[in-house]
């Protein structure tokens, strides 16, 4: 049962008779997801309020008393000091009335010509900003833990895959650093979103302007905004911002999945190729055998929250009409939950990557199933004249024989092979071995140990600039 609270709200509760239902209350506060933004709130406050004293809305010792008040209310913030109050619905609110106490009337002025529609756009901004630098950061330690695995194994074999059927032979190295390529269009994605999300909001109010003369230059200067926004009522409309770095962190998680389903698979004793150390295993409650890669699972997993997340801020944002709705205020839960997640993920995933051990010997024996040179010898027939589409068949044509017998092609005698093209001669041994396979495909981008190693070292310089 909700109830009558008898108390008016003290910021804007001036033209209500009536007191709030106090599941109302309760129903729309916000202050348990956006008191995280609070460092960010007092920084956009104390940048403002000086904004007002420059445009003589307040006096100097007005604005020393603000600026006073928010520094104490951000140290009280952070010993946990700080008394947080449902009833003042947010993060906004809560500060403000926290300043009252503390500056008096002064504090009373800190709202002129703003509002919480510009205010809380400015703040997202910032804080967004900040955890995508925390994001590029955690991108750049798990790319560092896929090059350092790489360099062990410039020249390490195992099968390639296409439908998780054996393909042909790669590098161990080529196939982590096809993940590290992942990461990098992540980095650029959020750089990118983080470039376009710098501009400020301030000075929009409510939706129309203020009519106060604050100097948003400067406002922006203060507090890091690359430029400013040209519309009041698209300002504080806009949460593109919010949904472009969701977007990217969804790519991401996806990518992270991808990259956690291969390390599931081949930490399976069907697969064996790596193993993974026991800090990220768990045990079961059952099997006294088992070690299971739990956290590469979970990542995989939890990379659906990114998408949801994502989902539910394109579908809150789809319809609403412009300026300001108060829908927009569940923004945050979700791109909160996908920036938790994601920078979790980052940083466990680096600690699985950097343990890994790599079984070379299981992997090298596995080049020697799945007619995994058939390619190679189609390549070969190609280089003694034979158009490719032709090759294809007969390669083709070779494998059905070599398999109807239970063999793998490099098995097959020399005069067994020449019953398929007489241009097949002793030189095709070395077209079938998996390592002049691997060499072979030395072009920028290819497998080749020697373009591995190159690609690592232009890696490892974009590293170094971050
Ligand atoms: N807590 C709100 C949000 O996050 C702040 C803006 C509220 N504005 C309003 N007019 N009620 O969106």
């Known amino acids: 049962m909700s109830k009558k609270i008898n108390k008016k709200n003290p910021l804007w509760g001036g033209r209500f008779e009536g007191s709030t239902d106090s599941l109302t209350q309760s129903f729309s506060a916000s202050i348990d997801v956006d008191k995280e933004l609070y460092a960010v709130d007092i920084k956009g406050s104390i940048a403002y309020a000086e904004a007002l004293k420059e445009a003589k809305v307040i006096t100097p010792k007005e604005f020393q008393k603000i600026k006073r008040g928010l520094i104490k209310i951000l140290a009280e913030i952070k010993d946990e000091k700080f008394e947080w109050n449902e009833s003042l619905e947010d ?15 002064a504090a009373k002025k800190i709202h002129t010509g703003r509002s919480r529609n510009d205010q809380v756009s400015t703040d997202l901004r910032m804080y967004l900003s900040l955890k995508i630098d925390e994001t590029l950061k955690n991108i750049t330690l798990l790319q560092k833990s896929i090059v350092k695995q790489a360099e062990k ?55 129309a302007g203020s009519r106060y003369r604050i100097n948003r230059n400067f406002l922006a200067k203060k507090l890091g905004f690359k430029s400013l926004s040209r519309n009041s009522i698209d300002a504080v409309s806009d949460r593109d911002f919010v949904i472009e770095t969701a977007s990217s962190l969804s790519i991401l998680g996806v ?162 092979l020449r019953k398929f093209s007489k241009l097949i001669s002793e030189d095709v041994y070395s077209y079938l071995d998996p390592v002049e396979s691997i060499n072979s495909r030395n072009l920028i981008g290819g497998t080749a140990p020697s373009q591995v190693k190159k690609e690592i070292n232009v890696a490892k310089k974009n590293l170094s600039t971050r």
């Not at 750089?191 to 999300?197: F, N, V």
């Open 153 to 207: 194994h410039t020249s390490s074999i195992m099968p390639g895959f296409t439908h998780l059927q054996i393909a042909q032979p790669v590098t161990f190295g080529h196939h982590l650093m096809a993940w590290y390529e992942m990461l990098d269009r992540d980095f650029a994605r959020l750089a990118d979103a983080k470039h376009r999300m710098s501009v400020l909001p301030l000075g929009s109010a409510a939706l």
């Open 91 to 105: 993060v906004h609110m809560n500060i403000e009335t926290a300043l009252v106490r503390k500056a008096g009337n």
């Open 255 to 416: 990518h992270l999945s991808r990259v956690c389903e291969e390390i599931v698979l081949w930490s399976s004793s069907q697969f064996a190729y790596v193993n993974l150390s026991d800090e990220v295993c768990t045990g079961s409650s059952i099997m006294p055998q088992k070690k299971n890669p739990d956290v590469a699972e979970l990542i995989r997993g939890g990379s659906s929250k990114t998408i949801a997340n994502l989902m539910g801020l394109l579908s809150l944002m789809k319809n609403l009409p412009l300026s300001y709705n108060r829908d927009m205020q569940e923004d945050k839960a979700f791109v909160f939950d996908s920036l938790n997640y994601i920078n979790d993920s980052l940083v466990l995933l680096s600690i699985v990557i950097r343990g890994m051990k790599v079984n070379i010997k299981k992997m090298e024996a596995e080049c020697k199933l799945g007619q995994i040179t058939a390619t190679d010898l189609a390549d070969y027939l190609v280089e003694k004249s034979i158009p490719f589409r032709k090759a294809h068949e007969i390669a083709g044509k070779i494998v059905a024989h070599a398999e109807s017998n239970g063999m793998q092609i490099f098995e097959l005698e020399i005069s067994e």
